[in-house]
């Protein structure tokens, strides 16, 4: 059986919203909120907070919640996760990357990307859902994702792709199923510490999507479809969603 650990790296400093994980949603911390969905999903064997500030810190051990502290240093949660999974005493198989602003985040969607494991072939997994609405299959701010036939992502873009050429872009979405990325993340742990070693690539940069880097250096990102809309906090005003 394999061991799994669930990270959940927390920032407190955020251009658009510092301290983020510390704002009060019904009575509970964002990062309590996530950690608590975390703690739901069946088969985990370990949940901890990877932070950077003392305070967030502080917070998640008053609520009863483990806590790592890591480098202010690192430029994505992909590198805090490999920390904190270096420094764990037992063994993991698998590290999940829980988004820290997903404050109600299904369980069943951490399930979804562990079980694409039950493929050999997958050494890192992440989730996609069905877009149907125009106005986000044209924001850049909702990466989309290729999929091939196998269910492996073949290329991240800010932009609609496939462009459908003599296509009215009215009726890309009729024609097409477009796919948004949701970003939760499953690695395989030898692949984790694999990844955090290569540099920022040409296609990572372009886009400023850290995935591309990934799949511009060979490695196979596994897909699962979810249909459950989750709903990620990125400054103040997202926070209406939740009152």
């Not at 920032?11 to 301290?19: A, D, L, N, V």
């Not at 199923?177 to 940069?205: F, M, Q, V």
Request: glycine fraction near 4%; charged fraction near 30%; aromatic fraction near 8%.
């Amino acid at each position: 059986m394999k061991k799994i650990i669930a990270i959940i790296p927390a920032r407190y400093g955020s251009t658009r919203f510092p301290g983020k994980p510390l704002v009060d949603i019904n009575g509970k911390s964002m990062i309590q909120r996530v950690y608590e969905q975390a703690k739901k999903t069946a088969g985990l064997h370990h949940v901890v907070v990877a932070t950077d500030d003392q305070r967030i810190m502080d917070a998640v051990l008053a609520f009863g919640g483990e806590a790592v502290m890591t480098s202010d240093m690192h430029q994505s949660g992909t590198d805090r996760c490999e920390e904190v999974l270096v420094k764990q005493e037992i063994k993991f198989d698998i590290v999940l990357n829980i988004q820290g602003d997903e404050p109600y985040i299904d369980p069943e969607q951490i399930t979804q990307v562990v079980n694409c494991f039950s493929d050999e072939n997958t050494e890192i997994a992440t989730l996609v859902k069905l877009i149907e609405d125009e106005e986000e299959l044209f924001n850049p701010n909702k990466p989309k994702v290729l999929i091939d036939e196998s269910d492996f992502a073949i290329y991240f873009s800010r932009a609609a792709v496939p462009y459908q050429r003599g296509v009215e872009r009215e009726q890309w979405i009729d024609k097409f199923n477009y796919y948004k990325h949701i970003g939760l993340y499953a690695y395989r742990a030898d692949i984790l510490k694999e990844i955090t070693k290569i540099s920022p690539s040409r296609l990572e940069l372009a886009e400023g999507l850290e995935q591309l880097r990934w799949i511009e250096n060979g490695y196979k990102i596994k897909i699962a479809i979810t249909d459950t809309e989750s709903i990620s906090v990125d400054s103040p005003e997202d926070l209406n969603a939740f009152m």
